[in-house]
């Protein structure tokens, strides 16, 4: 009988400014960590895929880089990522922070996003914080921009939740179900996300890196995984390259007596052995490489490749 049954698989990007909880939302939608966060804007740097398969079928998820107004070579390539995320997927999460108000950098995505062809699912995140006060202003923003009232739009949606609490949720996978045309899963049932090993490990140290020196980080901030070997024992050999592009920012990013890289080490080494599957034996260095945002060459090493 299951064999008659017909499944819904399909794309689903999640698009939105930096900051507003795109990542938490991925993590919250699959229940596991795949994508790091941080109260940081710009932390995703690039396309990240999460897959969730059920009974009713199976939804890629893909968390992009925050849409911003910024110029160097890297913000090209975020910005670039973030929109072409939007080709070639069934149904558009747009997600805002319905806690602030609509800004300079909303316009910029809604104008992105509105003539794309696809459904559009307005995500209201952060109603724990102030039960959506402006959540009136982001509805008039999709009005204003398509110059249409609501219900002429019905391939608009918009829905409250809290990526962070989890409330609405699995209501919001329900939502995405219903927007997904019927047809094969697209990843073996138990795959969870394709975002290559050296990457993801990369990003959990940045993460770390973020969390342990809050304001102070510097916005010039990358992690190489430079070599990941096994060593005796089923031990995992793991130097990760820390680079900045000022020598001040590599005695912040040391600490006092090395400081800042013990704990960075320490909170990072945990999930590093859970995505390796054994003991990790972790080394950082940091470089200083002036301008590397700007730096094809050095984009490319990190994966954030040019396109
Ligand atoms: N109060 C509250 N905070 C949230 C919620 N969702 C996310 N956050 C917080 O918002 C901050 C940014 O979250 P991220 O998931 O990194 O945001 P993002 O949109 O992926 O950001 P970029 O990758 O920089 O574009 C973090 O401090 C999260 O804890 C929510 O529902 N409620
Ligand atoms: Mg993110």
Redesign the pocket.
């Known amino acids: 009988m299951a064999k008659n049954k017909t499944i819904k698989c399909g794309m689903v990007a999640i698009v939105?400014?930096?900051?507003?909880?795109?990542?938490?939302?991925l993590n919250a939608l699959l229940g596991e960590k795949v994508?790091?966060?941080?109260?940081?804007?710009?932390?995703?740097r690039h396309q990240i895929r999460g897959i969730y398969t059920n009974g009713r079928g199976q939804i890629v998820f893909i968390?992009t880089?925050?849409l911003h107004l910024g110029r160097d070579a890297l913000d090209r390539h975020m910005n670039r990522v973030a929109a072409g995320s939007v080709d070639g997927v069934d149904c558009v999460i747009h997600?805002v922070d319905a806690?602030e108000h609509v800004g300079q950098e909303e316009r910029h995505v809604v104008s992105q996003l509105k003539d794309c062809g696809k459904p559009v699912i307005v995500g209201l995140?952060?109603?724990?914080?102030t039960k959506g006060k402006y959540v009136p202003d982001y509805i008039r923003l999709w009005e204003d921009l398509r110059g249409k009232t609501m219900t002429e739009m019905p391939d608009l949606v918009l829905f409250p939740?809290?990526?962070?609490?989890g409330t609405n949720v699995s209501k919001l996978i329900d939502l995405v179900f219903e927007r997904l045309p019927e047809g094969p899963m697209l990843y073996p049932q138990d795959t969870i996300t394709d975002l290559p090993r050296r990457m993801a490990m990369a990003d959990i140290i940045r993460e770390k890196l973020f969390r342990v020196m809050r304001e102070e980080v510097p916005h010039s901030i990358a992690v190489i995984i430079e070599k990941a070997q096994p060593r005796r024992a089923k031990t995992l050999h793991v130097q990760a390259l820390i680079l900045v592009d000022r020598d001040s920012q590599k005695e912040i990013v040391i600490g006092k007596k090395g400081e800042v890289l013990k704990t960075v080490g320490t909170e990072a080494r945990p999930e590093l052995e859970e995505i390796c599957g054994g003991k990790v034996f972790l080394e950082m260095f940091v470089k200083v490489r002036k301008d590397w945002r700007d730096d094809p060459a050095m984009l490319a090493e990190m994966g954030y490749v040019e396109q």
């Open positions: 939105g400014r930096p900051n507003v909880g795109k990542s938490t939302l994508s790091i966060v941080s109260n940081v804007p710009q932390t995703t968390d880089p925050g997600l806690s995140n952060k109603v724990d914080v939740l809290s990526a962070l609490k």
